[in-house]
């Protein structure tokens, strides 16, 4: 009882769910139990090979959800994710494999085509007052275009071995995504809960104004917001692509309602003030076990995207009603 007196004081105090945890155990209970067996009668859901697989799909969810978790803790919201992912794919592979650029200009076009799509959301967000929920939606169109025009519609194939490295090395055994997951969320987790770069996105989360009056420069706060989950998109874009040896303009298609749902599964308010790097690691979990059991069963395609926004609606109303509940305590 004590140590589990313990670990809730300490998710309380990184804003990660106690019911995120138990979700996250619950789900692979019940996908255990309703996945198929093997010839051996081992379940497949338990296999070393199944849990890598869902590791690997939770780091370019988990990275992209990072971003989301910035965007959405500072009372934003991103829906170009997913589209920015493939517009940094089909950027990072076009410059290496049809323009012959160095190997690392794969890492440099896509980070790079990351940020900038997320500055321009910012710009325009904080210069041109348009709503974020329409400056990103428009962008979202904006960069499945432009990664349709620039690989014309095409697979770009055949990217060197140092950019496959970051992607389908194995490295003492864990594949290589999943280190650089690992190093992104503690440099987020660090960066949001210890700085004040960090305490400014949570005021500005929580009381715009009450920010601005103790002297943040909302302005440049939001514009570096926006940039940071374009980066994290660009980072989620080049693992993909290294992945899968391609720099795909369909890439991240949805991975947006992915990426906000982890991260408001992990204890991330979506009217901001609130965000754990941390809590949105284990929504990125929920999200690839589940995708991951649904796949085992077999369960086509549309029906699993109406169980993620089904997720995605009781992730918000149970938000809610936790915010109310504690405003009445």
Aim: proline content about 3%; some cysteine; glycine content about 14%.
């Amino acid at each position: 009882m004590v140590f589990l007196r313990n670990l809730a004081r300490m998710l309380e105090r990184t804003h990660v769910r106690a019911e995120s945890l138990l979700v996250l155990l619950g789900l692979c209970v019940l996908m255990t139990i309703l996945s198929p067996e093997t010839g051996d009668g081992d379940k497949v859901f338990l296999l070393t090979s199944n849990l890598f697989n869902i590791i690997l799909a939770s780091a370019t969810v988990g990275i992209l959800a990072i971003g989301a978790t910035f965007v959405i803790a500072a009372a934003g919201i991103d829906l170009s994710l997913g589209s920015v992912l493939g517009l940094s794919s089909v950027t990072g592979a076009t410059l290496v494999v049809i323009l012959g650029w160095p190997w690392y200009f794969t890492i440099l076009g896509a980070l790079g085509a990351g940020a900038a799509a997320g500055a321009v959301n910012g710009f325009i967000i904080t210069r041109g007052k348009v709503p974020a929920f329409i400056v990103t939606l428009g962008m979202l169109g904006i960069a499945r275009g432009l990664a349709l025009i620039i690989s014309s519609g095409r697979g770009v194939y055949g990217l060197p071995e140092e950019i496959l490295f970051l992607g389908q090395a194995r490295p003492w055994g864990v594949p290589t995504p999943v280190f650089i997951l690992i190093a992104v969320a503690l440099i987020a987790h660090y960066v949001l809960a210890h700085t004040p770069f960090g305490h400014h996105t949570l005021a500005l989360g929580d009381n715009e104004n009450a920010a601005r009056a103790t002297g943040v420069n909302v302005n440049r706060q939001r514009m570096l917001l926006y940039t940071i989950a374009g980066l994290m998109a660009g980072i989620a874009g080049l693992i993909f692509t290294a992945r899968v040896n391609t720099g795909d303009p369909t890439a991240g298609l949805t991975y947006e309602l992915l990426a906000i749902t982890a991260a408001i599964i992990g204890g991330t308010n979506l009217f901001g003030g609130r965000g754990s790097i941390l809590g949105t690691m284990i929504g990125a979990l929920i999200m690839g076990v589940l995708q991951n059991g649904l796949n085992l069963m077999a369960v086509q395609a549309y029906y699993q995207q109406m169980a993620i926004g089904a997720v995605l609606i009781a992730a918000v109303w149970l938000d809610q009603t936790r915010s109310r509940g504690m405003q009445v305590q």
